[in-house]
């Protein structure tokens, strides 16, 4: 089992930043990406972006390329969701989920989540 705990969340406006953080426990040996999803309110969960564990590459959804930035800290086994030139449309409930298997990860099918955060960005 890996247990994560996101933070960061809050209220800023358009324009903003955030930081997202969320610490992982447990079995971290066994994770093999980490990722970051979001959902709106009526809408489906959508995917953020992610990043391998060991060797760092990151990956990102269109929406967000070039305005967040994901970034880890093997020590602390925790994971930061920079999020820069933030837009309304931002709006959601964050999670952070663990896979532990590259096949699972690649069809966007993770193990572990998080609780998630709020972040809203206001107009």
């Known amino acids: 089992q890996v247990h994560l705990v996101e933070s960061g969340g809050g209220l800023v406006q358009a324009g903003g930043s955030l930081r997202l953080s969320c610490a992982a426990s447990?079995?971290?040996?066994?994770?093999?990406?980490m990722g970051w999803f979001r959902q709106a309110p009526g809408k489906e969960r959508e995917f953020v972006g992610g990043?391998?564990?060991?060797?760092?590459?990151?990956y990102y959804a269109d929406s967000v390329k070039g305005r967040f930035t994901i970034s880890r800290d093997n020590a602390k086994n925790t994971v930061y969701l920079q999020m820069n030139s933030l837009k309304p449309e931002d709006t959601a409930v964050y999670y952070c989920?663990?896979?532990?298997?590259?096949?699972?990860?690649?069809?966007?099918?993770?193990?572990?989540w998080g609780q998630g955060t709020q972040v809203t960005v206001s107009s």
């Open positions: 989920a663990v896979g532990t298997s590259p096949i699972r990860v690649a069809r966007g099918e993770y193990d572990y």
């Open positions: 447990g079995r971290t040996s066994s994770m093999f990406a």
């Open positions: 990043i391998i564990w060991s060797g760092g590459s990151t």
